[in-house]
């Protein structure tokens, strides 16, 4: 069945970078892109950004521009979410999730997630 | 970056029932807005696309109205399982951003 699958939980200090990873299974990896949201403790979602698993391209959110960084590895279908520079702000459960069906896609509304991955930044 | 507003951001309800949700465009958005559902530990669930379109599986008891700025989620007879918190979504414009949530609890 279709799914994404991320990598455990971090933990980092101040200062730091943290890599994430989600794995595609399922379905035709290199024809949709996937999208990183993340939602820190008591606030609401936040949308990172998204790389194109056909082409590699991207779209970072302004505020996260510099310090984010997607990647895929096609071989695995495999796609990579890097922050650096991390501060306790960056706290979050980040999720990866994708579009898959022509209506959904049309209006990028994320019907497959990944489970989650909590990040913890603390000295 | 275009500002999205829910109201009210928690909601006392009882089974059975009918609840709505409003979520406001810092601009218009045509009906580039979308509705999820999500609980604590899990990822959230796609409701509603197209501020009006039911994803598929979801139950008829939800649907979604609105165009432009300002968009409403119905809940026609809440039950058990739908207490939880409903974000709404613009897709118009980059950053595609969320409003702050809708806590909905039993009362």
């Known amino acids: 069945q279709v799914q994404l699958v991320q990598s455990g939980a971090e933990v980092k200090k101040p200062g730091a970078s943290v890599k994430v990873s989600c794995q595609a299974s399922?379905?035709?990896?290199?024809?949709?892109?996937i999208t990183w949201v993340r939602q820190a403790p008591g606030q609401g979602l936040e949308w990172m950004g998204w790389?194109?698993?056909?082409?590699?391209?991207?779209n970072y959110a302004q505020k996260l521009q510099g310090r984010v960084t997607m990647t895929t590895d096609t071989s695995t279908s495999t796609v990579y979410m890097e922050l650096k520079s991390l501060t306790s702000d960056d706290t979050a459960v980040y999720y990866c999730?994708?579009?898959?069906?022509?209506?959904?896609?049309?209006?990028?509304?994320?019907?497959?997630w990944g489970q989650g991955t909590m990040v913890t930044v603390s000295s | 970056d275009i500002q999205m507003t829910q109201s009210p951001s928690s909601l006392s309800a009882s089974v059975g029932d009918r609840v709505t949700i409003t979520c406001r465009a810092s601009?218009?958005?045509?009906?580039?807005l979308n509705w999820y559902q999500h609980k604590p530990g899990k990822a959230p669930k796609l409701l509603i696309y197209?501020?009006?379109t039911l994803q598929t599986g979801v139950p008829s008891r939800f649907s979604g109205s609105g165009s432009g700025a300002d968009f409403t989620l119905t809940i026609s007879s809440l039950q058990p399982d739908d207490f939880a918190t409903y974000s709404c979504?613009?897709?118009?414009?980059?950053?595609?951003?969320f409003g702050q949530g809708t806590k909905l609890e039993i009362k």
């Open positions: 197209a501020a009006s």
């Open positions: 999730a994708t579009t898959l069906s022509s209506g959904t896609t049309s209006f990028d509304a994320y019907h497959i």
């Open positions: 601009q218009s958005i045509s009906s580039y």
């Open positions: 979504q613009q897709s118009y414009s980059t950053p595609y951003t």
């Open positions: 790389i194109s698993a056909y082409n590699d391209n991207t």
């Open positions: 399922g379905y035709t990896f290199f024809n949709y892109r």
